[in-house]
């Protein structure tokens, strides 16, 4: 049985930037893949169905989730568990967060990765599948809890905004049993188990063991800046 992944996408399938990595993903896949997004976000999910299609794509599904209860409609989940190749992508993440977590449809995608597939986040989604999940609110970045389908990592898309990688080291910083993976745009990253592999752009992974927050900032931590090709060691997923 092939091995199965996460993968973590910054990039909109519509401008194009991944789409030699998408290819490769849909190929592994067979051609075959399911969309999982909200409701809201039914337009843009067609429009990547169409770009997508160009790379390959044969049969493209989309489950499109309004109300938490669909989340543990058994058939809903048998579906997506069945999927080789799952793409998650939401607008607002506390609001997606809610309407997943704890459900059939999160036992689903860990299925989906158990059994050789790969479940794949796009853009602010892509920082869901850690054990702390970022998002904006009035201005600042925000921690809480994620879906804690990638364990022992916090995980943050466009790192390089202002606030955004002081917001990744605090985390990482309060909480050592934690490594922060920080994201660049346009960047392509794949998590099989034990391993990280940069496929496109940029990671900067941020290991806290021994470093100290002290209010104004964090002393002692070990950062690693990781760009295309390279390859690191992970926390057990």
Do not use: C, H, K
């Amino acid at each position: 049985m092939r091995q199965g992944y996460f993968a973590l996408l910054t990039a909109d399938p519509l401008r194009g930037a991944l789409n030699r990595v998408e290819a490769r993903l849909i190929e592994e896949a067979r051609g075959e893949a399911l969309f999982l997004i909200p409701y809201a976000l039914r337009d843009l999910a067609e429009a990547w169905r169409l770009v997508y299609r160009d790379l390959g794509l044969r049969r493209g599904r989309v489950v499109y989730l309004r109300r938490r209860e669909e989340a543990f409609d058994p058939e809903v989940a048998r579906r997506v568990a069945g999927s080789p190749l799952v793409i998650l992508a939401a607008e607002s993440l506390p609001e997606f967060l809610d309407l997943i977590r704890n459900s059939l449809l999160l036992q689903a995608l860990a299925e989906v990765y158990r059994q050789g597939g790969g479940v794949v986040a796009v853009g602010e989604a892509a920082g869901l599948l850690g054990e702390a999940a970022f998002y904006a609110l009035e201005g600042e970045v925000r921690a809480g809890f994620g879906l804690a389908l990638l364990r022992g990592l916090a995980l943050l898309p466009r790192v390089e905004e202002r606030g955004r990688f002081l917001a990744l080291s605090r985390l990482v910083a309060d909480n050592p049993d934690l490594v922060g993976l920080g994201l660049l745009e346009n960047t392509a990253l794949r998590l099989l188990r034990g391993l990280g592999e940069v496929w496109a752009g940029g990671v900067t992974l941020v290991d806290a063991g021994g470093a100290e927050y002290t209010g104004r900032g964090v002393r002692g931590l070990r950062v690693d800046v990781l760009s295309t090709g390279e390859r690191f060691p992970l926390p057990s997923l």
